[in-house]
């Protein structure tokens, strides 16, 4: 059936605008002023509403076995939080580790996801090693539509790559143009500190964060960056969460790395007092890098502003309160990872849009059109165009809520965000033209989500 979304404030990177969007065949066919409604086509009235591109989130984890157990989502459950929170597509990081072959992995973390997941996604291919299979099975992979990687620099001997093996992952990648991602800590400098510290009694949440302290994010970062300065390749840092990091990141940058910067969620919103909190509440806001010093907050926002944080995503990663206190006895034992997937867009919207620190621009932007860009699905997705995807977010500024486990779509006992008030929310949700979410109920097609074929673009 055809659908006329009608009267809209349409809001894309650089353009607002009062108009009506016709879709037809899950692509927008029409945009302009007083379209006309032909028989059989579902209208949405979207009057006082803003109409923004379906939301992107860059990094989540919805299948992945860490730390002897499984995150708990699944791409049935993940999908629809990601839609009720606005999020029409996402990346998930596809991660085999060391012990593992990466194509066998690749076909496994595929076929959770097929026919499961209610919105579109794509992945992020981690190459956790690098061997005489490794070039032909990565070719294979980004053949198959999946033009980006991702590498740890953390998680020695399980996810993490030596330099030797960034070095290969990073020239292979310029030579196919694919764009690279890593997770920047420096892995050896984590293992010595948390050895040192459970040697001192020190096995709490509150010591996570000293384990992996701000200079060892940006050791990793700087790193990172001179890798890519030498060979040529283009790359994304994920989840940076300080000051210092930053200006590792924007240094390199400014003297022409092609390195993007993406923040997540937490970090602009938790600071590490959460993960100070004694006992399980603060496991469960144990994720790596960890929550820092709140101070760093400030320097995050202003960046996002000016577009030298690029993307903000989530590493959406539940874990439930029972996982999380499989590091009773040490934090070096708690499954890391806060979930984020379903309020991402809202809060965003909130502590962005709502108390002044972005524009419109610059929120779109942030949360959908520059992922699509980097990722290589734009101008199918991130944009409100004729010939794109009718993945569209009819958003009401007036809604006020709160965020709470006891009402949320994530499959986990807790919310890394618990009590925050939202305001505003997505009143209608898209994916390719089929009305999927309406005022906080899925009320789509389960399993209609489709993997992104993505062609490298970064020579
Ligand atoms: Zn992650």
């Given at each position: 059936m055809a659908l006329l979304i009608r009267n809209g404030e349409i809001v894309t990177v650089g353009s607002r605008v009062q108009a009506d969007i016709y879709v037809e065949n899950e692509t927008i066919t029409g945009i302009g002023k007083d379209l006309e409604t032909p028989p059989n086509t579902e209208v949405i009235d979207a009057s006082g509403k803003l109409v923004f591109p379906g939301f992107i989130d860059p990094h989540v984890h919805i299948y992945l076995p860490f730390m002897a157990t499984f995150a708990k989502d699944t791409h049935e459950t993940g999908s629809i939080a990601a839609l009720i929170g606005g999020t029409t597509t996402y990346i998930e990081m596809c991660c085999p580790n060391r012990n593992d072959d990466a194509f066998e992995g690749y076909q496994l973390w595929k076929s959770k996801a097929e026919g499961k997941s209610a919105c579109d996604y794509a992945f992020h291919m981690s190459v956790t090693k690098f061997v005489k299979e490794t070039e032909s099975q990565l070719r294979q992979i980004v053949a198959d539509g999946t033009a980006s990687f991702k590498i740890f620099l953390a998680y020695k001997n399980f996810f993490g790559v030596d330099d030797g093996e960034m070095y290969q992952t990073l020239e292979l990648a310029k030579r196919l143009g694919v764009i690279v991602t890593a997770h920047c800590e420096n892995a050896e400098l984590v293992a010595r500190l948390q050895q040192k510290l459970v040697a001192e009694?020190?096995?709490?949440?509150?010591w996570h964060e000293p384990s992996r302290p701000e200079s060892v994010e940006a050791e990793g970062t700087g790193r990172f960056a001179t890798f890519l300065e030498n060979t040529g390749a283009t790359g994304y840092v994920v989840h940076l969460s300080c000051e210092k990091a930053l200006h590792a990141a924007l240094g390199a940058k400014a003297r022409g790395v092609k390195i993007n910067v993406e923040s997540v969620l937490p970090h602009f919103l938790l600071d590490k007092s959460y993960a100070e909190r004694p006992g399980v509440e603060g496991m469960k806001h144990v994720m790596s890098p960890p929550l820092r010093a709140k101070h760093n907050q400030a320097a995050l926002w202003n960046a996002l502003a000016g577009g030298s944080i690029d993307t903000v995503g989530t590493d959406h990663c539940p874990f439930d309160t029972g996982q999380k206190l499989?590091?009773?006895?040490?934090?070096?034992n708690i499954p890391n990872g806060i979930p984020g997937i379903e309020d991402r867009v809202n809060l965003l919207f909130t502590h962005g849009m709502q108390r002044g620190r972005l524009d419109l621009d610059r929120f779109v932007d942030a949360a959908s059109t520059r992922a699509a860009k980097l990722f290589g699905l734009y101008p199918r997705k991130g944009t409100i165009a004729?010939?794109?995807?009718?993945?569209?977010v009819v958003y009401d500024t007036n809604y006020r809520g709160v965020v709470s486990a006891k009402s949320h779509?994530?499959?986990?006992?807790?919310?890394?965000?618990?009590?925050m008030l939202i305001e505003g929310r997505p009143s209608v949700v898209t994916v390719r033209g089929k009305v999927q979410v309406r005022d906080g109920k899925f009320v789509g097609e389960r399993g209609r989500g489709k993997m992104l074929k993505r062609e490298p673009s970064h020579f």
């Open positions: 009694g020190k096995t709490g949440p509150e499989l590091g009773k006895d040490s934090f070096v004729v010939a794109s995807d009718a993945d569209l779509h994530v499959n986990n006992d807790y919310s890394g965000f618990e009590g």
